[in-house]
């Protein structure tokens, strides 16, 4: 799949393992949460400092739970009285999804940005329910932020700010290795160490792509791609999970197992409930992964083989190594001189291969210029790229008999396309064109039988690059264009 694909993934954390290890229960404030009396000895306070143009850290604490939830309020208005504002402000909350603005932190440090210089602010806190009933004292601060091109903050570059993120001194983040995150075990984890409650998210960039200046852009992209996630999760199983559910808080334990050989920084992220990039950050100190040996079971997959289909149309293949005992290269797919991933699980001895960018930039017979995509076919000739998402199309495995086949993945799954082959298209201006040869198709199985061991399969032990399987040809010949989503699988 394509490096940014591949970026995106190692950023997600999986999403059970976070709301089993990060969902707490949440219990109303004193009294139940309904106000009066009960409550009116909570109070807050806030102290803002590392003020810049742009730019200030704020604290937040108060005297209740960790439960009692609260609201900030951002404004530049500093003339109207604070119980006016935060009348206004619980109105306008109310007309909206509530629960979700609120803050469930007792001790809460942010980051605001961006800010505009020379200009007065004051942030309120107060103390505010889910049903919309404010409790309690609040608290503010007024500051003015710099004129443009000042320095601020208290001049320690361990309290630097980059786009108005700042390191979080509450929090140290560390690769640790093989681990166990929810009663499974792992081969590389990484931990939080935290003595505060601000909820944050970890991931894992390749140290030769981290940049502390585009942290908050990154953080950013993050939230874009956990709540996108997390409606296709709602909407597939029914739950009704919130971003909160997502988000650590205290110390805490991940798991990243498609973690390529490579150099690599995790970083804690510090992400509000409403879907803010806090400001805070921590990162780890660069680590390596070394690629393993590969397994006899692994090593097997690697050779010739003849991929014979329930249309009997047969292709000659290589399978080659990527990544021991994690990935393969599949090699002349469809007679074409590409190289198509294949996800390899060591447990269930078997590859999954999934719609992903091929090859970018190709020359075709027409002149155009484009990519080259990996799809799925359906019985029902309907064909699913990449706008559909990654999909997991077919899956390699070994039989009862022993003999290797290929079947669609997800045979068991309802509603999932039932899949009767995986082709190669050329992917131009939104559109797909066939190219290659006639496409295998696997409505049942389809036989993967293994040719006599030759130069070909001696040389797949070894990474191949563009070309030095087949040989790329002067320009790639361009087929039909794939139109109503339907194309034959039989000749």
Same mark, same amino acid.
């Given at each position: 799949?394509?490096?940014?694909?591949?970026?995106?993934?190692?950023?997600?954390?999986?999403?059970?393992?976070?709301?089993?290890?990060?969902?707490?229960?949440?219990?109303?404030?004193?009294?139940?949460?309904?106000?009066?009396?009960?409550?009116?000895?909570?109070?807050?306070?806030?102290?803002?400092?590392?003020?810049?143009?742009?730019?200030?850290?704020?604290?937040?604490?108060?005297?209740?739970?960790?439960?009692?939830?609260?609201?900030?309020?951002?404004?530049?208005?500093?003339?109207?009285?604070?119980?006016?504002?935060?009348?206004?402000?619980?109105?306008?909350?109310?007309?909206?999804?509530?629960?979700?603005?609120?803050?469930?932190?007792?001790?809460?440090?942010?980051?605001?940005?961006?800010?505009?210089?020379?200009?007065?602010?004051?942030?309120?806190?107060?103390?505010?329910?889910?049903?919309?009933?404010?409790?309690?004292?609040?608290?503010?601060?007024?500051?003015?932020?710099?004129?443009?091109?000042?320095?601020?903050?208290?001049?320690?570059?361990?309290?630097?700010?980059?786009?108005?993120?700042?390191?979080?001194?509450?929090?140290?983040?560390?690769?640790?290795?093989?681990?166990?995150?929810?009663?499974?075990?792992?081969?590389?984890?990484?931990?939080?160490?935290?003595?505060?409650?601000?909820?944050?998210?970890? &991931? +894992?960039?390749?140290?030769?792509?981290? $940049? @502390?200046?585009?942290?908050?852009? =990154?953080?950013? %992209? !993050?939230?874009?791609?956990?709540?996108?996630?997390?409606?296709?999760?709602?909407?597939?199983?029914?739950?009704?999970?919130?971003?909160?559910?997502?988000?650590?808080?205290?110390? &805490? +334990?991940?798991?990243?197992?498609?973690? $390529? @050989?490579?150099?690599?920084?995790? =970083?804690?992220? %510090? !992400?509000?409930?409403?879907?803010?990039?806090?400001?805070?950050?921590?990162?780890?100190?660069?680590?390596?992964?070394?690629?393993?040996?590969?397994?006899?079971?692994?090593?097997?997959?690697?050779?010739?083989?003849?991929?014979?289909?329930?249309?009997?149309?047969?292709?000659?293949?290589?399978?080659?190594?990527?990544?021991?005992?994690?990935?393969?290269?599949?090699?002349?797919?469809?007679?074409?001189?590409?190289?198509?991933?294949?996800?390899?699980?060591?447990?269930?001895?078997?590859?999954?291969?999934?719609?992903?960018?091929?090859?970018?930039?190709?020359?075709?017979?027409?002149?155009?210029?484009?990519?080259?995509?990996?799809?799925?076919?359906?019985?029902?000739?309907?064909?699913?790229?990449?706008?559909?998402?990654?999909?997991?199309?077919?899956?390699?495995?070994?039989?009862?008999?022993?003999?290797?086949?290929?079947?669609?993945?997800?045979?068991?799954?309802?509603?999932?396309?039932?899949?009767?082959?995986?082709?190669?298209?050329?992917?131009?201006?939104?559109?797909?064109?066939?190219?290659?040869?006639?496409?295998?198709?696997?409505?049942?199985?389809?036989?993967?039988?293994?040719?006599?061991?030759?130069?070909?399969?001696?040389?797949?032990?070894?990474?191949?690059?563009?070309?030095?399987?087949?040989?790329?040809?002067?320009?790639?010949?361009?087929?039909?264009?794939?139109?109503?989503?339907?194309?034959?699988?039989?000749?």
């Amino acid at each position: 799949m394509n490096s940014i694909k591949n970026i995106f993934r190692l950023a997600m954390v999986a999403f059970a393992a976070i709301a089993m290890s990060a969902c707490q229960p949440v219990s109303e404030p004193n009294g139940g949460g309904n106000g009066g009396d009960e409550n009116s000895d909570f109070a807050l306070v806030v102290d803002v400092e590392n003020i810049t143009a742009t730019s200030a850290k704020i604290k937040v604490s108060h005297n209740g739970k960790t439960a009692n939830s609260w609201y900030g309020l951002l404004t530049t208005d500093t003339a109207t009285r604070e119980d006016e504002l935060i009348s206004q402000t619980v109105a306008e909350l109310t007309a909206g999804d509530l629960g979700s603005q609120l803050i469930f932190s007792k001790n809460y440090t942010k980051i605001l940005s961006p800010l505009s210089p020379e200009t007065t602010y004051r942030y309120i806190a107060f103390g505010l329910t889910e049903e919309g009933v404010v409790y309690g004292s609040h608290s503010s601060v007024e500051f003015t932020t710099l004129s443009a091109g000042s320095e601020g903050g208290d001049g320690n570059s361990e309290d630097e700010v980059y786009e108005g993120m700042l390191p979080n001194p509450a929090w140290s983040i560390a690769y640790t290795g093989a681990g166990t995150v929810n009663q499974e075990q792992y081969d590389h984890t990484v931990t939080v160490n935290s003595t505060d409650n601000n909820p944050y998210t970890i &991931a +894992v960039v390749y140290a030769s792509e981290y $940049d @502390p200046s585009k942290l908050r852009d =990154l953080g950013q %992209g !993050i939230v874009d791609s956990m709540i996108e996630y997390l409606n296709s999760y709602n909407s597939a199983y029914g739950t009704k999970y919130v971003l909160n559910d997502m988000l650590y808080r205290g110390s &805490a +334990v991940e798991a990243f197992d498609n973690l $390529d @050989p490579g150099y690599y920084i995790a =970083l804690a992220i %510090g !992400i509000t409930a409403k879907g803010e990039v806090s400001g805070l950050y921590a990162v780890s100190q660069t680590f390596h992964i070394e690629e393993q040996k590969p397994t006899t079971l692994y090593s097997s997959w690697l050779g010739d083989w003849e991929f014979k289909g329930d249309n009997n149309v047969t292709n000659q293949v290589i399978i080659g190594r990527k990544v021991a005992n994690k990935s393969v290269n599949l090699f002349g797919l469809q007679a074409l001189p590409f190289a198509v991933e294949g996800l390899y699980s060591t447990e269930r001895n078997d590859i999954i291969f999934a719609a992903q960018v091929v090859e970018q930039n190709c020359e075709f017979s027409d002149g155009s210029v484009g990519d080259v995509h990996l799809i799925g076919l359906s019985n029902d000739g309907s064909i699913y790229g990449l706008e559909n998402g990654n999909y997991g199309i077919a899956i390699a495995g070994v039989l009862e008999n022993g003999k290797r086949a290929v079947v669609r993945y997800g045979v068991n799954e309802p509603g999932y396309p039932k899949f009767v082959a995986m082709i190669l298209t050329a992917y131009i201006a939104d559109n797909y064109y066939s190219i290659g040869e006639d496409a295998v198709a696997f409505n049942g199985i389809a036989e993967l039988a293994p040719l006599a061991q030759s130069a070909g399969a001696k040389s797949s032990q070894i990474s191949f690059g563009k070309g030095k399987l087949l040989g790329q040809p002067k320009t790639l010949k361009l087929g039909r264009r794939l139109e109503s989503k339907r194309i034959s699988a039989t000749r």
